[in-house]
């Protein structure tokens, strides 16, 4: 989603938050999918702390964090074709075309105004960097950590654990 008034500290804090990995068996798909909902699209209006909190290393030292994003997302094995990647980002392009009421953003250098991003420059640039494929050589898109979730109607709930966690591996 665009925003056209923020800035580059903004733009960072919003793009790059921190990746945890969700993984949920049928059974808890199921039970989320009542709301026509994944888990991660129902968990994602949480993944913003506002208030500043202290956390805790292993080695016993606080940290205080402030404006907090978690990213949750659930993992795909393939990466996604460049094919696919095209067609995405041209629907998105297509989406915000249609979108007339948006206003433009105007910056003042002196006696000189300069239009700002173009609304779907900023929805292409945002749709791109959530799109792109992982590299061997970059840590941004690695995750940092994981969450197994499995419904407490589930028969077996540890096979169903193991099962993810094997899946994680």
């Known amino acids: 989603m665009a925003h056209a008034q923020r800035g580059g500290y903004a733009f960072v804090k919003d793009t790059f938050g921190l990746p945890v990995a969700v993984l949920c068996s049928e059974d808890a798909s199921l039970i ?22 202290r956390i805790r290393d292993q080695l016993g030292h606080y ?4 404006d907090l994003r978690i990213s949750l997302s659930e993992p795909h094995p393939e990466p996604i074709s460049d094919s696919k ?14 979108n007339v009421d948006v206003e433009m953003s105007y910056r003042s250098f002196g006696n000189v ?19 792109m494929n992982q590299s061997d050589h970059e840590y ?11 419904s407490t109607s589930n028969v077996d709930p540890v096979a169903a654990f193991t099962e993810l966690y094997q899946y994680q591996k």
Not at 63 to 66: I, L
Not at 85 to 95: A, D, G, I
Not at 113 to 131: A, H, K, M, S
């Open 63 to 66: 940290y205080k964090m402030s």
């Open 140 to 150: 941004i898109r690695h995750y940092m950590g994981s969450m197994l979730v499995v």
């Open 113 to 131: 105004e300069v239009g700002g991003p173009t609304p779907w420059y900023e929805n292409y640039r945002d749709d791109f960097i959530q799109l």
């Open 85 to 98: 990647h095209r067609l995405l980002l041209s629907q998105t392009v297509r989406q915000t075309e249609g």
């Open 32 to 53: 989320c999918k009542k709301n026509k909902l994944t888990l991660v699209e129902l968990l994602r209006p949480f993944c913003r702390l506002t208030t500043e909190v």
